[in-house]
């Protein structure tokens, strides 16, 4: 067990929908990051948050948003949804800082009908 | 934006030999480079990092190696064994941003 949260495991929804993923990093982490992994692709950098701040950005679509909440939980909203959206989506966090080392969440399937 | 590239994208190895995986990066800003491993339908896990400080880093049956200048880093496995059959993903990272991950290599340790 790495220590970070996600939420929901598994969820099936329909196109043109909206989906919201939670994720809870380990205990003193300040940094969240979320990527997106297709059927047996890489793992894509969606965005970075830092203390509750947006830190870097990868290849996110507009369709898509997230934030970081004072707990230092984080969301990922993903709107308009199109089957091509159907993946897994991980969240990581580090201490942030000079500790860079990610742990990854056991991700949330996402399958859009 | 920072590029990482992998290869091979598969691999398979008879049980007991090396297997070597290689990744090229493009920004020479990157400080940070973890090697993770990937089981089917599981999480990636984190199985070595370096720092470009450091030439080489080894743990146990696993090691890396990283060349600043020409901007690449290999992850060695030796005497293999089938549990070492996973995807492996590199990543470079500068002081914790835009970490960026390769595309995967699909190792098969054979026996």
């Known amino acids: 067990d790495s220590g970070v949260t996600q939420t929901p495991k598994h969820l099936i929804t329909a196109t043109g929908q909206r989906v919201t993923l939670r994720c809870s990093p380990r205990s003193g982490d300040l940094s969240v990051y979320w990527y997106q992994q297709s059927l047996d692709q890489g793992l894509q950098f969606l965005i970075q948050?830092?203390?509750?701040?947006?830190?870097a950005k990868g290849n996110i679509l507009e369709r898509f948003s997230a934030q970081q909440f004072p707990d230092l939980h984080s969301e990922l909203n993903l709107s308009s949804l199109e089957l091509g959206d159907s993946a897994l989506y991980f969240c990581?966090?580090?201490?942030?800082?000079?500790?860079?080392?990610?742990?990854f969440g056991s991700g949330t399937q996402l399958s859009v009908l | 934006g920072e590029n990482v590239e992998q290869h091979p994208s598969t691999l398979s190895v008879q049980e007991g030999d090396s297997a070597v995986i290689k990744c090229t990066y493009s920004?020479?800003?990157?400080?940070?480079f973890p090697w993770y491993k990937q089981e089917l339908g599981k999480r990636p896990q984190l199985i070595i990092d370096?720092?470009?400080?450091?030439g080489e880093k080894k743990d146990q049956r696993i090691a890396v190696t990283l060349n600043k200048t020409a901007k690449h880093f290999s992850l060695h496995i030796t005497e293999t064994q089938p549990e070492d059959s996973a995807v492996y993903f590199c990543a470079a990272s500068m002081g914790g941003q835009n970490f960026v991950f390769g595309p995967g290599t699909r190792l098969s340790v054979l026996p």
């Open positions: 920004d020479s800003a990157s400080n940070y």
């Open positions: 990581a966090s580090s201490e942030g800082g000079n500790n860079e080392k990610l742990f």
């Open positions: 370096i720092r470009s400080n450091v």
């Open positions: 948050y830092y203390n509750g701040e947006e830190r």
